[in-house]
Each structure stands twice: as C-alpha cells, then as structure tokens.
C-alpha cells in the first residue's frame, strides 16, 4: 500500500494545478447543489417498527388530521391579570381562530373550550395539530403560526411553544464553534511547526474537504431525512479529522527536508509512510461509523454515514491536495518564525527533531514512561476506572424543553406548563385505539385511563372512521422514570383497558415516541460494542500481524470510552457541569454512547496507529523492544499531542452553542480524545510494550502466512526508496496518469 501512496503522491505533487481545481470544482459543485435543492436538516428522532410508529402509521391511514406533528401553545399571563380578562381572552380567541386556517393544520384545541385553564387564571394551554409529520411541516406553515398569534401578543398575552414541531424549532447552526476551533488549531500548529505557512496548510486543505462535505449533506436533505445533529457530527470529525491527516504527512514531509531530501521525494516519502498509517486510521472511523447502521436505525444510520463521508473526505484531501499545496508551498514550510526574544528558536527545535530525536521532549517523556512502567500502568487503569464509575448510573434518554436555554421558548413554555398544571402537560400521551365504532364506545375506554396510577387526566380528542385517539396526560414529566413505567403499563395492561370493546390499544405520541427510541437504542448498544470491539481486532490484526497489539488496544479503547462515559454522566446528568457549562442536569443523550463508541473508537484507532506503526518501525529496523517503544513513542509523541489537542479543540468549542445536545457531544467527544490519546496511548500503551517486550510481536508461522503484510509502517517503500526501485521509469505511462 505505501508504494501506491507514494507514487499517488508524486502524481498529485506534479499535476498540483490540476488537483487543486478538481478540488474548487468539487466544492463549487457541492454548493450549487446546496443552493438549488435547499434541503434542511431538523430534529426529528423516529425508529420504524416501534409501537408509537405503528399508532402513527394507523393514524396517517385512518385518521390523517392527527396523524403528523403537534405544537403546543402556551398562553401567559402574569400577576393579577388573567386569560380570562375580557381583552385577553378575546385576543387568545382570535389567535385560536387565525390557527385554524394556517395550511397543514388538521385540529386546534381551544382552551376555553377545553377548559384547560391554570387555576390561577395564569396560563391557558392550546394546541395545533399537524397533517404532515414534522420533518413535512413547511418554514411558510411556522411562519403563518406565528402570525396567526399576533392578536394575543397585541393584547399583552406571552405566548411561547413547544411540541414536536414549533416555530423556531430548527434554529440555525453557528458557526462560531468552527471559527474557534480553526483559530485554536492554528495557534496549535504554528507552536508545533514554527512556520506560517506549515501551520495553515492542514488548515487550508481541511477547510476545502469540509466545505465539499457540508454542502453535500446540505443538498442530500433535499431528498432525504437528515437529523441536525448529522451535520454536526460531520463538521466535527470533517474538520479535526481533515487537519490531523494533513498534520501528520506535513510533519514527515518537514522532517525529510530538514534531513536534506528534495521536495518532491519528501513529498512522495511522507505520504507513502505517514499517509499509509493515515488511510489505515480513516478507514477504522469509517468502518465504525458505517457500523451504526447494524443498530437498523435511520436516523442514526444516516448520522453515521454523513460523519463516514467527511472523514472519507478528509482522507482523499490528506492524499491528494496535500501533496500538491506542498508542491505549491516548496521550501516555505520550513521558513521558520523568528522571535526577537528567542531568534532562531523554532528553526532549531525543528532540526533536533528531525535530526536528533532522543534530545525532544517527547523521547524524555517516553524514557520516563519506560523508567516507571509498572506503577505509571497501574496508576493509570486505576484513575481511568475511578472516571469511569458514574456511567453504571447512565440513564437514556431524548432531550426535552426541560434541557433547553432558558431563553428557548420551548423551555419557556415547559417551565410555565409545569409551574401552573404539571410536569406531565409537558408530554401527554396519545392512546390510539382502533375499532372503535362511536364515542360512546370510546367513553369505557377513557374512563380505564383516567383510573390509571399516574394519569393525572384522560379525554378524548377524535372519534372517526373507527378509530378512536384519548390524550392521556400524566403526572410526571416526559422524561421521569415513572412516565417510561406508565407507557409500559399501559401496553401491558392493553386488553383490560380495551375491555370487551375489542379494539386494540396503541400509545403513540412524542413521549411515547422518544421512549421507544431510547429503548431501542439502549438494547443496541451491546449488539454494536460487539460489532466494534470485533472490527478492532480484525483491523488491528491485519495492521500489525500480531494478537496481543489489538487485545491491547481494544483493553485501551474500552478504558477511555468508559472513563469518557462517566464524566458524561457526572456532568450533564448529575449536574456537575450545571454552572460550568451553563446547562440543565438531564438524561444522557439515548444515542450518544453509540455515537461515542463508533468516534472514540475510531480516534483512538488513529492514535494507537500513529504511536504503534512507529515503534514497530524502530523494532524492524534494530530488533531492540525497548529501545524500540522509548524511540518510537519519542518520534510519534510531538504530532500525536498537537493532532490530539486540536481534536480536542474543536470538539470543545461546540460547547460554546445554546443547544445541550450539542454540549454533551462536544464534551463527551474531547474527554474521550484527551483520555485515550495523553493517558492510554502516550502512557498506558508505551508501559504495556515495555513490559512485554518483544513479545509483543510474536505470532504463530501459520499467522503470519494467511495475514498479509500492509507494509503499514512504510518499511519496504523506504527500503525500495534507497535502492531506487519504487519510481516508475519515465517512459512508464503509469508514471503519468
């Protein structure tokens, strides 16, 4: 594989006018696309063959006015001043009639005649229920509610929403995170370079990819559900992942020239060594990634296949557009900065670590490692284990307006709705039952709900067509453990609710909904710990040729995901982080440690390469174990710690988002790559080798006959590389193309 990189390289290298403009008219491309399909993303989470799908499905047939999304109006007063005050109950009156003819709408409660008035007089809850499902529901439609409420707002009434779909539900992505992630990582890489130039070109190249990737999820949205969070996700590791593999075969390639080679055979040597370790690391992101789709999810299948495209991305820029910005960039990569405190500081750094590695702080950092191997393991399982305890007490599930700023108008309407009726109001439930013939039929049926331990109300909303659809409303918030007990107990007690009626009992509606996709996710998370854990082996096998390398790293991954997970936990469901993050204590996202498992898994893939390619380089060439982990993890330690901190980075400055799906993602992604990267992989990993030994890289004959050799640290290239044998002839076509 290192020879074909290398020769892929010098191609791109020499044909560097043409591979750029591939590459601008790519984006160009991707963009118009964007601009002319005009897709959106949004923040609908369904799991297809779900008991609350199954209600929806029935109800789209048979009873399509309730069948799509619902909002949730809440009419505000304050102090003395009432809803039902002669001016505001005429101006909520004429909000309610203007509703009812927004296009979409198929019913809206009245809360008068609904009665569903606080008993302060305070608050009044109305609600809009939508023909489409909430992904199908028009911006024009959002639009027409807001306007449709302007005669309660004129006549002093606070009006805000919530539901599964509401205006301003869908609030635009800032960019701001990525700014700041590019302005750390910059700052970064100028510290680990010294040279402008050398620390923009990761930069450059991964601006270029990320742009092609976006604007493709962007246009796909168009024709295809896309979950908001996809393109976050995908800008993440789009982002960190087009910068580090820019990082690392910038690095090899600076090394090289300082050790005197010519710019081209730098070029083309850097890319076939450090970029096999570089396709070898995407290709385990993908994969994990691509895995998410054994979990038989859309949402999250799609979320994963999005993140794969920006990685995949990344990888192909790293290989191509690289080497020809360093074919543009010549010897300006090492033209180095000059301080007037420190001249020729940086310069000098560089040198040493391209000539004199042992004397870096990284190979210092490496012999303390050897010298303290026993107790720096020890230690360190240990402190990851004690990180990883408050994840025993991980509890699923989807984000309600509970976990919203306190400036969203969804967290707005749930504090109003729970100070003035109750929690449960927040999340009522919708008892689907069909076979109903008449009202009259349906009343038995209501009045088992009503009797229901729990259920603060229950009424019917719809009777038609033989189906019969009763709000339940119950007494606890939408995500208590109490209300996922109720839904639970109402399915199981299905034939004595339905009585001798003969109907069949479904609970749908978005508490309903949400449930059942936390459960479905939670029971497919060991499933996908499997799948990864045995992708790990597989791939890290073929790397390596050996056993106790992918057993290590697998023990490794495992440590980090788990102590990332805990401090999740510890953070955003126990509350730690209140103040420190500015969010609400809550339920650990329901798909977030799938997601995790699938990024830290890969990331921590790509750093055990990084750090182990390299030490077994050093061991191949001089058959010395130790010396080969000091040398090796001295060599990788530099760019590792840069490609970890500016991973880091970025996942961090997503926290500085409103949204707490976001935060949580950001935070729990930067844990897990700080942990695995500075304590497992710099720490751990080097303190295993050096105990074991060389037996590190026994395997059996027969192992070694039916594995093949990827050549992953670029050994038999350098070896070709000196004889003069990796180049094609020039009259070879080949060399050309």
């Not at 590459?23 to 491309?29: E, N």
């Not at 050790?259 to 994990?288: K, P, Q, R």
């Not at 038989?296 to 191509?320: D, E, K, N, R, S």
Request: net charge neutral; aromatic share 8%; proline share 5%.
């Amino acid at each position: 594989m290192s020879v074909y990189l290398f020769r892929l390289a010098r191609w791109a290298f020499r044909r560097r006018r043409l591979v750029l403009a591939l590459w601008i008219l790519a984006a160009a491309t991707a963009i118009t696309l964007s601009a002319v399909g005009g897709g959106k993303t949004d923040n609908t989470f369904t799991v297809p063959g779900t008991e609350s799908q199954q209600a929806t499905n029935l109800l789209k047939e048979k009873l399509p006015a309730l069948s799509g999304g619902q909002t949730q109006i809440v009419f505000a007063t304050s102090g003395t001043i009432k809803v039902t005050d002669p001016s505001y109950k005429a101006g909520i009156e004429a909000a309610i009639v203007n509703l009812k003819k927004v296009p979409q709408v198929g019913l809206v409660t009245d809360p008068f005649a609904a009665k569903a008035i606080s008993e302060n007089g305070n608050v009044a809850l109305g609600s809009v229920q939508f023909e489409a499902q909430p992904t199908d529901v028009k911006e024009s439609t959002l639009d027409a509610v807001e306007a449709a409420v302007v005669p309660a707002r004129d006549a002093g009434v606070q009006v805000e929403y919530s539901g599964s779909v509401y205006p301003g539900w869908n609030q635009e992505i800032s960019e701001l995170p990525e700014l700041i992630g590019l302005l750390v990582a910059f700052l970064i890489l100028t510290i680990t370079f010294g040279a402008f130039v050398a620390a923009g070109l990761p930069i450059l190249t991964a601006v270029i990819g990320l742009v092609v990737t976006l604007m493709t999820v962007s246009a796909l949205a168009s024709v295809m559900t896309i979950a908001s969070t996809s393109t976050t996700v995908a800008t993440m590791l789009g982002l960190s992942c087009g910068i580090d593999y820019g990082l690392f075969i910038l690095a090899r390639h600076r090394n090289n020239l300082l050790t005197g080679m010519s710019i081209e055979d730098s070029v083309a040597l850097a890319a076939g060594t450090a970029g096999s370790s570089v396709v070898f690391a995407a290709l385990t992101v993908m994969i994990a990634l691509c895995g998410l789709a054994v979990v038989g999810i859309p949402f999250l299948t799609v979320m994963g296949v999005a993140a794969a495209g920006a990685v995949l991305v990344a990888l192909l820029i790293a290989l191509t557009l690289m080497p020809a910005m360093l074919g543009f960039a010549g010897n300006k990569v090492a033209r180095f900065i000059s301080t007037p405190l420190r001249p020729g500081h940086h310069e000098n750094v560089a040198q040493i670590a391209a000539n004199e590695p042992e004397r870096t702080f990284g190979a210092t950092w490496a012999r303390f490692v050897v010298r303290g191997r026993v107790p720096l393991l020890i230690g360190g399982i240990a402190f990851l284990v004690v990180l990883a305890l408050p994840a025993l007490k991980m509890d699923l599930g989807l984000p309600s307006g509970s976990s919203k700023p306190e400036s969203d108008t969804a967290r707005k309407a749930y504090d109003l709705t729970t100070a003035n009726f109750g929690a449960g109001f927040n999340g009522p439930l919708l008892v689907v039952a069909d076979g109903v013939p008449n009202a009259a039929a349906a009343a038995p049926i209501t009045d088992r709900l009503a009797k229901i331990p729990g259920v603060v109300a229950a009424a019917p909303m719809a009777v038609d067509n033989g189906v019969a659809v009763i709000r339940v409303t119950p007494s606890t918030g939408p995500n208590d453990d109490a209300t996922t007990d109720l839904v639970n107990g109402i399915r199981d007690d299905r034939a004595a609710i339905a009585g001798d009626s003969g109907a069949t009992i479904l609970v749908g509606g978005t508490t309903a909904s949400n449930i059942d996709v936390s459960s479905k996710l939670s029971s497919a998370l060991p499933v996908f710990l499997i799948v990864v854990v045995g992708l790990a082996f597989i791939l890290l096998t073929f790397a390596f040729r050996t056993i106790l390398v992918p057993i290590k790293s697998i023990i490794g991954f495992l440590l980090s995901v788990a102590a990332a997970f805990g401090l999740q936990v510890a953070m955003f469901q126990w509350g730690w982080g209140e103040h420190l993050f500015g969010i609400t204590p809550s339920q650990t996202i329901s798909f977030l440690p799938l997601l995790m498992l699938a990024i830290i898994f890969g990331l921590s893939s790509d750093y055990e390469v990084f750090v182990v390619s390299r030490i077994k380089e050093d061991f191949t060439k001089n058959g010395q174990a130790v010396r080969a982990v000091k040398r090796g993890t001295g060599l990788a330690a530099r760019v590792v710690t840069a490609a970890a901190l500016i991973m880091f980075s970025i996942f961090v400055a997503f926290m500085f988002t409103d949204d707490p799906t976001i935060k949580a993602i950001g935070f729990s992604f930067a844990a897990g790559v700080f942990l695995d990267a500075f304590v497992v992989r710099l720490t751990l990993v080097p303190a295993f080798m050096a105990i074991i030994g060389a037996k590190i890289w026994y395997h059996p004959k027969w192992f070694g006959t039916y594995i093949p050799d990827l050549d992953i640290e670029g050994d038999r290239l350098q070896h070709e590389f000196d004889a003069g044998t990796v180049v094609p002839p020039a009259d070879d076509p080949t060399a050309r193309v």
